[in-house]
């Protein structure tokens, strides 16, 4: 296996570590992700949460997306970064900020989620695969 794959948020005070490679990486446009990041979209690794191990206490807060899923977003109480987003209904998942990595260059986006959402000034990468809402299945 590569290296563990070791992050957290800005300021240090809640950090992980995954023994494990990615599942899925994506570029995501959805509103809620703009409001989140303060931009065009996240970038998300998702990851077996098994595999997860985090230091630190994180500030929780659970929303509710367009389809009815439910996602829990962690951010740090300290400095207010985004870290990690774990989903009801797929309890195995555990998704990072690509920028929260210590090695952001690890991350290698497959598709675009949510192009429905999204601003012509927050120009993505033409050759990815898009999807207007969620990519099926
Ligand atoms: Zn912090
Ligand atoms: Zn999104």
């Not at 800005?10 to 995954?18: D, E, S």
């Not at 389809?67 to 990690?84: E, L």
């Not at 993505?124 to 990519?135: A, E, R």
């Given at each position: 296996?590569?290296?563990?794959?070791?992050?957290?948020?800005?300021?240090?005070?809640?950090?992980?570590?995954?023994?494990?490679?990615?599942?899925?990486?994506?570029?995501?446009?959805?509103?809620?992700c703009?409001?989140?990041?303060?931009?065009?979209?996240?970038?998300?690794?998702?990851?077996?949460?098994?595999?997860?191990?985090?230091?630190?206490?994180?500030?929780?807060?659970?929303?509710?997306?367009?389809?009815?899923?439910?996602?829990?977003?962690?951010?740090?109480?300290?400095?207010?970064?985004?870290?990690?987003?774990?989903?009801?209904d797929?309890?195995?998942?555990?998704?990072?900020?690509?920028?929260?990595?210590?090695?952001?260059?690890?991350?290698?986006?497959?598709?675009?989620?949510?192009?429905?959402?999204g601003?012509?000034?927050?120009?993505?990468?033409?050759?990815?695969?898009?999807?207007?809402?969620?990519?099926?299945?």
């Open positions: 296996m590569n290296e563990p794959y070791t992050g957290g948020c800005a300021c240090g005070a809640v950090r992980y570590g995954i023994a494990a490679e990615p599942v899925g990486m994506n570029d995501c446009q959805c509103r809620q703009q409001r989140e990041s303060g931009t065009g979209h996240a970038s998300h690794l998702t990851f077996p949460r098994s595999a997860v191990t985090v230091e630190g206490e994180a500030s929780l807060w659970d929303m509710v997306g367009d389809n009815g899923t439910v996602k829990r977003r962690a951010f740090c109480p300290v400095c207010g970064s985004p870290v990690y987003m774990l989903f009801r797929i309890p195995d998942y555990f998704v990072v900020r690509a920028a929260s990595l210590d090695d952001p260059s690890r991350y290698t986006p497959q598709l675009v989620s949510w192009t429905a959402a601003h012509a000034w927050d120009h993505l990468d033409p050759d990815l695969p898009k999807f207007d809402k969620m990519p099926p299945g």
